[in-house]
């Protein structure tokens, strides 16, 4: 964990809790950050961090119920002359502790302890060979200083957790072993969805039509399995879609926005930003409109 050159660690926590809000909304669990310290400067792989927090994250998220809650922290801790960067996961509302296909893929050493208020606290530890120091300004305010430029950030999230922060194959996949099924229908929901994903008409009366249910059949089917009404989850599909094809083709952002139902590429650039917090220009590989 010894890159030579010291940034912030808080900011680059914030900004992969800001990347993964979209995902932990669609499972309707509330992804937070805090620190009590505003700014944290030392030399780590920001790389190896963000691939092994971010990856043990989205499946606390699958697994966590709705309207839970998903708190990361960070702090120091010194044995001898050691010193450690402890990063704690807190999981309300489920004990997590037997699972433990959440980390076994996972390298890095996970610690896992059920809390008394039947939530699960999860424990990584990193060992840091730099000192740590604070950068102050002229005024005597923290300064921050990221590690990378917004859109280098997100291509390193973009390159490990690309499955989970983009696609919905994953909770078919975490449905698959528990509840075959559903995983079934929501297979052939997302099917559905994507055959019609260039018509801008399409909503959730045209879905349950396909589906050959009536629409509060396909509410109260649909919705314990994706935790948002079908309307929601079609726009979902549309945007993950757009990222997509804004990452893997070479398509302008107006094309993306028709391309998967969008009227307008401002209303879709407003859609866009309402779900994954940045403009989709962010991930695009064509930068004119």
């Keep these: 964990m010894n890159t030579g050159i010291k940034t912030d660690i808080i900011g680059m926590f914030r900004h992969l809790i800001y990347a993964l809000k979209a995902f932990a909304k669609i499972h309707e669990v509330d992804l937070r950050f805090h620190s009590e310290k505003k700014q944290l400067m030392l030399s780590y792989d920001p790389e190896e961090i963000i691939y092994v927090v971010s990856k043990l994250i989205c499946s606390l998220v699958t697994y966590t119920p709705a309207n ?89 999230v973009r390159k490990h957790l690309q499955s989970h922060f983009t696609k919905t194959d994953n909770l078919i996949d975490s449905l698959n072993s528990r509840h075959p099924k559903n995983a079934a229908f929501l297979k052939k929901v997302n099917t559905l969805i994507l055959t019609n994903i260039d018509k801008d ?54 094309e993306v926005a028709f391309k998967t139902g969008f009227q307008t590429p401002s209303h879709f650039t407003r859609v866009f930003v309402k779900h994954y917090g940045v403009r989709p220009s962010i991930f695009c590989r064509n930068t004119k409109m």
């Design 68 to 156: 839970q809650s998903i708190l990361l922290k960070v702090s120091l801790a010194s044995e001898s002359d050691r010193r450690f960067l402890t990063i704690f996961l807190h999981v309300t509302g489920i004990n997590l502790s037997r699972i433990g296909q959440l980390t076994k893929d996972i390298k890095q050493q996970v610690y896992v302890r059920s809390e008394v208020n039947g939530g699960t606290l999860y424990e990584l530890q990193w060992q840091l060979h730099h000192s740590l120091s604070s950068i102050e300004d002229t005024n005597g305010k923290t300064r921050t200083i990221f590690p990378q430029s917004l859109p280098n950030f997100y291509a390193q």
């Design 201 to 254: 008409g399409f909503n959730t009366n045209h879905l349950s039509s396909e589906m050959g249910m009536s629409r509060t059949q396909l509410y109260r089917k649909l919705q314990p399995i994706i935790r948002q009404a079908p309307g929601c989850y079609i726009q979902t599909i549309r945007i993950q879609k757009a990222k997509e094809l804004l990452e893997t083709t070479d398509m302008r952002v107006g």
